[in-house]
């Protein structure tokens, strides 16, 4: 890219009292002279807080990242953007997903930037900058902030997230004492990072990884492992060489890079939160993806990564077996190998050194953890006409196919009321129903629908039964549970006419879910239903109520789908 055309010269190249306005306020930091003469400046969207625990090492990567900026010969500033951690955020980060979105792609496109790094950690600041990079399309490059080190308790690994359900389980049941339970979050949460297991997290910068958008090895080494500062310096480096070469997310996150993805999430049996993050980001660049896309091309994927909450390992152990790019070789001809990724090279020539070193952590494609077409099914029916998935892989098999009497409860809340009832009528063949916790329902469709089991159930040894949400589950979870079912209960959905003691049908070898109840009856149902009151009448929640769209669409506002490019109104000054 010629140094005339690029983007922060508009800013600094002047010679007239707009530029001089420009650079005289950047002289208060102590800037010399030369980083105004048309060199790429580069943002980095800096995620860190302290309220969100997985991203408040970020501000150490940013330093890392400008020590390669300022090696490559770039100009490097640091911008704050939203820390969504689903840690603290009530009632759940997803409802800010979208501002975030909205909020880094505006200070991208308002901003001096000819390129940008963009820092995330926990699960929803991922998608969010991906998403904002999409929309202004400028160079970018994601550094992750890298996962926990594994969690270590009484001589065994345990995992965040997977572990807090197991635990909260033991206690209800009686098996482990409240004092044990405390121990334990330390020993779970012991460094720096993002979640270890395979959640939503550690999904996400797979995904980004496999998109294109991450350097080679880089969703995997641990947050306090010195090759993650190794590794934001080399992307700060890249992002100044992507400048040049004018390498945009549009010419890197194509079809084929999605399809890429979405193999690659079968095969490291990774959060069905991806389905609709990598929609919305797809959405962001007009690139055409459905939630079918995610049934079809992953049948022909086993899952291979041994990992929690599917398998028995954790990130740890994923990054010294050769984390993604080893994958990635494994798949081979599965994969879109001639897509181009971030290095300016492509993921064939990415990975074509690439080594497992350890074969029960990153099984072969003929000795895999779970046989093909047992990731992530998409399933449809009556009760889910726009579509419902459901994670296999972490299901228990003998109940994919199953059929039982509906116990409806109008939210989370309803049911932990009762949950602890002795005398609640439920048995193992009960389906849950949990309903109103979709995008417009609670609002900002939280990770919920894992309900835990009644505490009765629990005490006669029983680990999962069927249950039916129309919100999301956090990739840390496991267990037999429909989610994300389309349309919601709260717009109107068939999930808000079901009653207690229907009949559903779950086969989900043939991909169907059924509500047992005939038109005629459902039709006098609808005619009764009422639409929930609006959650709010103001601000962001107001805004995001009127224009979210459903599941299957990404959870994205209506009118932010698009790319929008990076011009800016003409400069004021």
């Known amino acids: 890219m010629p140094v005339n055309a690029r983007r922060s010269t508009t800013w600094f190249g002047g010679s007239d009292k707009s530029g001089m306005i420009h650079r005289s306020w950047m002289r208060n930091q102590g800037y010399v002279d030369e980083v105004f003469d048309g060199r790429p400046v580069i943002g980095i969207a800096v995620t860190a807080s302290d309220l969100a625990p997985c991203n408040a090492h970020l501000t150490r990567v940013a330093e890392a990242v400008k020590t390669g900026v300022w090696q490559a010969g770039g100009f490097p500033l640091a911008f704050p953007a939203m820390a969504l951690g689903e840690t603290l955020l009530r009632p759940t980060a997803m409802l800010y997903r979208n501002l975030?979105?909205?909020?880094?792609?505006?200070?991208?496109?308002?901003?001096?930037?000819?390129?940008?790094?963009?820092?995330?950690?926990?699960?929803?600041?991922?998608?969010?900058?991906?998403?904002?990079?999409?929309?202004?399309?400028?160079?970018?490059?994601?550094?992750?902030?890298?996962?926990m080190l594994n969690?270590?308790?009484?001589?065994?690994?345990?995992?965040?997230?997977?572990?807090?359900?197991?635990?909260?389980?033991?206690?209800?049941?009686?098996?482990?004492?409240?004092?044990?339970?405390?121990?334990?979050?330390?020993?779970?949460?012991?460094?720096?990072?993002?979640?270890?297991?395979?959640?939503?997290?550690?999904?996400?910068?797979?995904?980004?990884?496999?998109?294109?958008?991450?350097?080679?090895?880089?969703?995997?080494?641990?947050?306090?492992?010195?090759?993650?500062?190794?590794?934001?310096?080399?992307?700060?480096?890249?992002?100044?060489?992507?400048?040049?070469?004018?390498?945009?997310?549009?010419?890197?996150?194509?079809?084929?890079a999605f399809e890429n993805a979405i193999r690659v999430n079968a095969?490291?049996?990774?959060?069905?939160?991806?389905?609709?993050?990598?929609?919305?980001?797809?959405?962001?660049?007009?690139?055409?993806?459905?939630?079918?896309?995610?049934?079809?091309?992953?049948?022909?994927?086993?899952?291979?990564?041994?990992?929690?909450?599917?398998?028995?390992?954790?990130?740890?152990?994923?990054?010294?077996?050769g984390g993604i790019p080893a994958v990635m070789a494994e798949l081979g001809a599965l994969l879109n190998t001639d897509a181009i990724t971030v290095t300016g090279r492509t993921i064939a020539e990415n990975v074509a050194g690439a080594e497992c070193y350890n074969r029960e952590v990153i099984r072969t494609l003929d000795n895999p953890l779970q046989e093909a077409g047992t990731g992530t099914a998409v399933l449809r029916g009556n009760l889910a006409p726009d579509g419902a998935v459901i994670k296999q892989s972490a299901a228990s098999p003998h109940l994919m196919r199953h059929r039982g009497p509906a116990m409806v409860f109008e939210s989370p809340e309803e049911y932990y009321a009762v949950a602890e009832d002795e005398d609640m009528p439920v048995d193992e063949n009960t389906v849950l129903v949990i309903r109103n916790c979709g995008p417009r329902g609670y609002p900002g469709m939280p990770e919920v629908s894992n309900v835990t089991l009644p505490t009765k159930l629990l005490k006669r040894g029983i680990n999962d039964m069927v249950r039916i949400c129309d919100g999301r589950m956090s990739g840390t979870a496991y267990g037999t549970v429909v989610l994300h079912v389309s349309p919601e209960a709260a717009v109107g959905g068939p999930l808000a006419l079901v009653q207690t003691g229907d009949l559903i049908s779950l086969d989900v070898p043939s991909r169907s879910i059924t509500l047992e109840v005939d038109d005629e009856e459902l039709a006098r149902r609808r005619a009764d239903w009422k639409a929930p009151a609006p959650h709010a009448d103001r601000g962001w929640v107001r805004l995001y109520g009127e224009h979210v769209l459903q599941a299957n669409h990404g959870v994205d506002l209506d009118f932010l789908v698009g790319a929008s490019g990076h011009d800016v109104p003409r400069d004021s000054h």
């Open 151 to 256: 969690g270590k308790f009484k001589g065994q690994d345990i995992g965040s997230g997977t572990h807090v359900w197991k635990f909260d389980e033991e206690v209800r049941a009686g098996r482990m004492s409240q004092e044990e339970c405390f121990f334990a979050e330390s020993c779970m949460s012991r460094s720096n990072g993002h979640c270890m297991t395979m959640g939503t997290a550690s999904t996400m910068a797979s995904m980004a990884e496999a998109l294109g958008m991450q350097l080679p090895y880089s969703a995997t080494w641990p947050a306090v492992d010195a090759r993650r500062y190794k590794t934001a310096t080399q992307a700060g480096q890249r992002i100044v060489k992507m400048v040049e070469e004018d390498l945009r997310p549009s010419q890197i996150m194509t079809r084929a």
């Open 267 to 321: 095969a490291i049996g990774g959060s069905t939160n991806a389905v609709i993050h990598l929609i919305a980001i797809a959405g962001r660049l007009g690139v055409p993806l459905e939630l079918d896309d995610f049934d079809r091309l992953a049948r022909e994927i086993p899952t291979l990564v041994d990992l929690m909450p599917s398998g028995r390992f954790l990130m740890e152990d994923f990054c010294y077996a």
């Open 100 to 147: 975030l979105a909205m909020e880094a792609e505006e200070l991208m496109r308002a901003n001096p930037m000819d390129g940008v790094v963009l820092l995330s950690g926990c699960d929803k600041t991922t998608p969010g900058l991906l998403m904002a990079a999409s929309s202004v399309d400028i160079p970018a490059v994601m550094v992750t902030g890298g996962p």
